[in-house]
């Protein structure tokens, strides 16, 4: 999970960790992103600096 929580953690422990992490969006100027309705780019830096990643697009 990009919060760094394990799948079976309470909602406490997952919003805690959500607010530990510097979060931050991006895009991408490639023909992956089909900039169709949902283009996606998220990512999660940890406290220890550990780095997670959320790309996801969509077409027609």
């Known amino acids: 999970m990009l919060a760094g929580a394990p799948p079976d953690a309470p909602p406490s422990e997952v919003e805690?960790?959500?607010?530990?992490?510097?979060?931050?969006?991006?895009?991408?100027?490639?023909?992956?992103?089909?900039?169709?309705?949902?283009?996606?780019g998220v990512l999660a830096l940890s406290p220890d600096r550990r780095l997670a990643v959320l790309a996801a697009t969509t077409t027609d």
Request: aromatic share 20%; hydrophobic share 45%; glycine share 4%.
């Open 16 to 40: 805690a960790r959500v607010r530990e992490r510097t979060w931050h969006r991006f895009g991408a100027d490639t023909p992956w992103f089909h900039r169709v309705v949902w283009d996606l």
